[in-house]
């Protein structure tokens, strides 16, 4: 099943667009294969997100995020999407487009690439347009290293909390405009490169599936609609990505009733989001007593490091801080950047509470795969993430799926720091045998895998720390391990 993190919305860094654990890259506009929707600043089109500010983000209440993702290097998986309360059609609609997506990367291109080293990756993550009165729109972002070219695509999805519907796209523009709209669009086109006759009829030309390509379309700040084409749609293949801007006096006439509401809640937003939900209640994470100066010396007694990697998620750390302060064990926390502006006080607390913060990337890439611009990126901005919630920058960084070259290794100073066992908790959503598979195989400096994001791996940490500290073994962080050895 799918994982649910609870995930109050409060507010990101700069203009940050929320997303979660376990996508990955930079945006479509750095020309590279792209997944990074997480910028704000083009979320995963090389667009203005004007909904995804500070301000529009803090209008978001009791939002969760579904997730789920592999740590398999032959193949390796991340997919996210937003669940906002209120909005379960609009909800319903990406779970059906991201479950279709990875089963057939999961059943075809991994089973058909797992002696290959090209490369294959899929990361499916998430930003939002606009978060205001009773408009919500949010764009998923698709790489899949599979595909030909960048496999590079966008999809828009808009929910109407007046009417209570999930609206695809084209739904922005009235029944009776539609003919108009797609002729202004194609008139926009028509002097691009890669645009022809024969590729914009066998797109927009049939009326029947012409909507299946306005699947990408939001508002600029300045009330302008951009309409986003994957590569191979209303252009041959190799002109890529088109995109065009009608401006705001060309495509107003155009709008539905709710593409006019989607339009004033993109250039100026209310104060709040209210899509008729009952319950969008948050919960809170509290720093727990930090156990002082750690004097243990692993050279002479029987150390375990206990890592958590993809979080911070509520409630889940918050659990399972309060586990490691019953036993006043330490532990390393490698933190995923977009979480931790989503979470900045849950970081806080795992430094308060004795613990070591540690750089998981921004969003969960494989960094293997990235240009050298792109992995400084991921690096730096977790880093920054990181020192704006806890006062100081991490040393250590854990690569995603533990992929690392010598490329990886030139951009950043920070320390790689991977593991001698993984317990391969995102596989079995079972404490029992999460609990038994460190029991089972742990020994002296070993450096534990696990993930805060699964409630039931968070649920076998109180067996571990109950079984192992009877055996005689300290909980340590990686770098208090590194340091006594």
């Known amino acids: 099943m799918p994982r649910r993190i609870l995930a109050p919305a409060l507010l990101l860094l700069g203009s940050l667009a929320l997303t979660t654990a376990c996508a990955g890259g930079e945006t479509p506009s750095d020309s590279a294969p792209a997944h990074d929707s997480s910028s704000g600043s083009s979320s995963g089109s090389g667009g203005t997100d004007a909904g995804a500010t500070q301000a529009g983000l803090s209008r978001l209440k009791g939002v969760s995020i579904v997730s789920d993702s592999s740590t398999d290097r032959t193949c390796p998986w991340a997919t996210a999407y937003p669940d906002v309360p209120g909005a379960d059609a609009m909800t ?7 479950d279709a997506r990875l089963e057939t990367f999961r059943t075809g291109s991994c089973q058909e690439g797992l002696d290959s080293d090209e490369g294959i990756e899929l990361n499916v993550s998430f930003s939002f347009l606009v978060t205001s009165g009773d408009v919500l729109g949010v764009r998923l972002t698709t790489v899949d290293r599979s595909a030909a070219a960048d496999g590079l695509a966008t999809k828009s999805y808009w929910y109407d909390g007046a009417a209570r519907q999930y609206r695809p ?68 293949a190799a002109a890529g990505r088109i995109s065009v801007t009608l401006p705001e006096a060309t495509v107003t006439p155009f709008l539905s009733d709710f593409g006019a509401r989607a339009q004033r809640q993109t250039v100026d937003p209310d104060g709040k989001l209210d899509l008729g939900a009952t319950d969008t209640s948050t919960q809170t994470v509290s720093a727990q007593p930090d156990p002082g100066t750690d004097s243990t010396d692993c050279s002479e007694v029987k150390c375990i490091a206990l890592t958590f990697d993809d979080g911070p998620a509520v409630p889940y750390t918050g659990t399972l801080l309060k586990y490691l302060a019953q036993y006043k064990a330490r532990a390393t926390f490698f933190v995923v950047g977009q979480n931790v502006a989503l979470h900045p006080e849950v970081v806080r607390a795992e430094t308060e509470s004795g613990h070591e913060v540690g750089n998981h990337s921004w969003n969960h890439p494989v960094l293997t795969n990235l240009s050298s611009a792109q992995i400084r990126s991921q690096l730096e901005r977790t880093n920054a ?42 596989k079995y959503p079972d404490a029992a045998k999460v609990a038994q598979s460190v029991i089972s195989t742990a020994k002296p400096n070993d450096v534990i895998l696990i993930h805060d994001i699964h409630p039931t791996s968070v649920a076998a940490v109180p067996e571990i720390l109950r079984t192992l500290t009877d055996r005689g073994y300290h909980f340590v962080t990686v770098s208090h391990l590194r340091a006594t050895l």
């Open 92 to 98: 319903a609609a990406m779970k059906k487009d991201v």
């Open 169 to 236: 796209s084209a739904r922005l523009i009235a029944d009776g405009s539609r003919d108009d709209f797609v002729a202004a669009v194609e008139k926009a086109l028509g002097n691009r490169e890669g645009v022809t006759a024969d590729t914009l009829a066998s797109s927009l030309g049939d009326r029947e599936y012409r909507d299946t390509y306005l699947d990408d379309m939001s508002f600029t700040s300045g009330g302008g609609l951009k309409v986003d084409f994957d590569r191979d749609t209303v252009g041959v």
């Open 385 to 426: 993430a990181i020192k704006a919630a806890t006062g100081k920058e991490p040393t250590l960084f854990r690569p995603p799926y533990g992929a690392i070259d010598g490329k990886v290794r030139a951009v950043t100073s920070l320390s790689p720091a991977l593991w001698t066992m993984d317990t391969e908790d995102w």
